[in-house]
């Protein structure tokens, strides 16, 4: 069990940038799989990103690809979003998860698989 804390959020105009960190209480963070999900108001939580335990997997949702990208820093224990080209409907609280994990693929999308949660943080994109 890892306690997971998510920093990084604000307002921002839209075509500006974000960056969003994840951070864990534990070492042993190194053996999850993490994935981001954010949910709108009245919307179900949705996927947005997902980076394996050794990092050398990512995955994507299609609304995000090319404009997000996911990372992880082993030595502070911590997983980051990078949010560029932010759009009005990227708004939404934005939660990280992780999921305790031997393997590096398949990529882990499914927010019922992960384990651990954050309490999430609130991005707003204004036009």
């Known amino acids: 069990q890892v306690s997971l804390v998510e920093s990084g959020g604000g307002l921002v105009q839209a075509g500006g940038s974000l960056r969003l960190s994840c951070a864990a209480s534990r070492r042993a963070f190194s053996e999850h799989a993490v994935g981001w999900f954010r949910q709108a108001p009245g919307q179900e939580r949705e996927f947005v990103a997902t980076?394996?335990?050794?990092?050398?997997?990512?995955e994507y949702a299609d609304s995000v690809r090319g404009r997000f990208t996911v990372s992880r820093d082993k030595d502070k224990n911590t997983v980051y979003l990078q949010m560029n080209s932010l759009k009005p409907e990227d708004t939404a609280v934005y939660y990280c998860a992780s999921k305790r994990t031997i393997l590096t693929y398949p990529p882990i999308i499914q927010p019922g698989s992960y384990d651990n949660w954050g309490q999430g943080t609130q991005v707003t994109v204004s036009s």
């Open positions: 980076i394996s335990r050794s990092g050398g997997t990512t």
